[in-house]
């Protein structure tokens, strides 16, 4: 299984950036797709996921400005990110998580300037 994140970039605060995460392969007993991201010299954190019952989370601090969807013909996720702070610059990973298995893909940056 393979996952390739797109779509970063550098955005003005306020503006909006959608991340795509395209991941090839059989996952055995799907259970989620989530998106984290990391500062450098931070520790990663979540910021949003999506089950294999569509049941959806979201870190306090993106609520009601991320949204996480997914399509499941062309095996992607997407996440929506509306309202960019400067505080949302960071580099953003994709996971999907199986029965027994873990992929992470590479990171896509994300610039916002104020």
């Known amino acids: 299984v393979q996952l390739q994140a797109f779509g970063g970039g550098a955005v003005q605060t306020g503006g909006s950036l959608r991340i795509s995460c395209v991941y090839s392969g059989e996952i055995v007993n799907y259970v989620l797709t989530a998106w984290y991201r990391q500062v450098t010299g931070k520790e990663r954190e979540l910021v949003a996921a999506?089950?294999?019952?569509?049941?959806?989370r979201y870190d306090d601090s993106v609520k009601g400005r991320f949204s996480i969807s997914r399509d499941k013909t062309a095996n992607t996720v997407y996440l929506q990110m509306d309202n960019l702070q400067p505080e949302d610059t960071a580099v953003y990973s994709c996971?999907?998580?199986?029965?027994?298995?873990?992929?992470w893909g590479q990171g896509t940056q994300v610039t916002v300037s104020s």
């Open positions: 996971r999907i998580v199986g029965g027994t298995s873990d992929y």
């Open positions: 999506i089950t294999s019952s569509d049941s959806i």
